[in-house]
């Protein structure tokens, strides 16, 4: 029995985790469920899958039959569970805390946070090297990887889908609605990361996510935009060859790996036929609708505190555009409003982190875009 524990376990990545579980009740034991809050969701999922514990960020009811652990204290004791894997679907930098305890402790950990990886890039990368990721381009580097040697790598490709608005005029992305940019063509995704697909800038985190996970230089990392999303991720190595990931469009692929590697087990996605789908096409990125992804490589190779300004800008924009406050062009210009205004030390430790979160969230509070 595999003993995995589920963090955000209500949200998209937590939820197929659990269909990919419930497939295999056999092999797979779900020992830890972990949401924000105490929800109607959360109780269904705990009376399914009868885990010994939960987490939850604030403890507001005891619930019968599971140990409840909250709050700062809680976490501390949820790194320390007899558990073989840790899978990480908390969206943003939520996941920051959780993500840096259990690297600190050696533990097993299958992650799709990639705000935490990148804000803590600086901190723990050394530690990464310990990490399966789910995010479904690096799922497809990390298994392109075992082609070659990695200092055969010439470079590693991640696939864009390009996103709702691939073929929209500029001059109608003033326009853009809620609705529209959370009408994903390809994935089915938590509502921040749609927003960033359409935006691109969720390709752009992705860049640095590769960046921290593989140790790979930025000039060695390349994006295509690859609108249906049948490969996912590619490697190049020295001698021209390319090896790439090649499944439908569905996170349960990488998440039931992640559980199961290096074994490979059924998931419930579907076979994918090849003479189906025909032909497959890829474009190089239009950086004048999309700017954020360019960002993403300056802000990358700026490092120190950078990408943690970047991800925390653009948490609080893509929350500020979900709730009608800005527009969908303001995104990009808050968050490079932000990244040409601060400037902070390079993050030691987890504190300094959480600091440099914390300072930009005050810039943004106070900040008038005109
Ligand atoms: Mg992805």
């Avoid at 082609?147 to 590693?156: A, T």
């Avoid at 060859?241 to 499944?247: E, F, K, L």
């Avoid at 943690?308 to 500020?320: G, W, Y």
Wanted: hydrophobic share 40%; net charge neutral.
């Amino acid at each position: 029995m595999k003993r995995i524990g589920v963090l955000g376990s209500t949200g998209s990545i937590g939820t197929q985790t659990l269909d990919v579980a419930r497939i295999h009740k056999d092999k797979i034991k779900v020992e830890l469920l972990s949401a924000s809050k105490v929800s109607d969701k959360l109780l269904e999922q705990i009376r399914e899958f009868k885990p010994k514990y939960v987490y939850v960020c604030e403890q507001n009811k005891d619930i019968d039959g599971v140990k409840v652990l909250s709050g700062e204290e809680g976490l501390k004791e949820l790194v320390e569970l007899d558990i073989d894997l840790y899978i990480n679907g908390i969206s943003g930098i939520a996941g920051i805390k959780p993500t840096y305890y259990l690297l600190q402790k050696n533990r097993n950990l299958a992650t799709a946070n990639k705000e935490a990886i990148i804000c803590l890039g600086e901190v723990l990368g050394n530690k990464y090297k310990n990490i399966i990721p789910i995010d479904s381009e690096h799922s497809a580097i990390f298994q392109c990887m075992f082609s070659g040697r990695r200092e055969d790598i010439k470079k590693i490709i991640l696939t864009a889908s390009g996103g709702p608005f691939l073929n929209l005029p500029l001059d109608e992305f003033k326009n853009i609605t809620v609705e529209q940019a959370l009408n994903h063509p390809k994935w089915k995704m938590g509502r921040k990361v749609t927003i960033d697909s359409a935006t691109l800038m969720n390709k752009g985190l992705e860049v640095i996510e590769a960046h921290y996970l593989f140790n790979l230089p930025y000039k060695k990392i390349d994006v295509v935009i690859h609108p249906d999303s049948i490969i996912h991720g590619l490697i190049q190595f020295n001698d021209n060859s390319i090896i790439a990931n090649i499944s439908s469009p569905d996170m349960r692929i990488p998440i039931s790996y992640a559980i199961s590697f290096p074994e490979r087990w059924f998931n419930g996605s579907d076979e994918l036929d090849l003479t189906d789908i025909g032909k497959l096409e890829f474009f190089k990125p239009d950086y004048k609708k999309f700017p954020l992804l360019k960002l993403a490589y300056y802000v990358g190779e700026k490092a120190g505190a950078y990408p943690i300004i970047l991800t925390v800008s653009d948490e609080i924009a893509v929350n500020m555009f979900l709730e009608g406050k800005i527009k969908f062009t303001d995104i990009y210009r808050l968050i490079q409003t932000v990244i040409e205004n601060l400037d902070f030390e390079t993050p030691k430790n987890l504190n300094d982190v959480l600091n440099i979160i914390e300072e930009t969230e005050r810039f943004i509070k106070n900040l008038k875009l005109n």
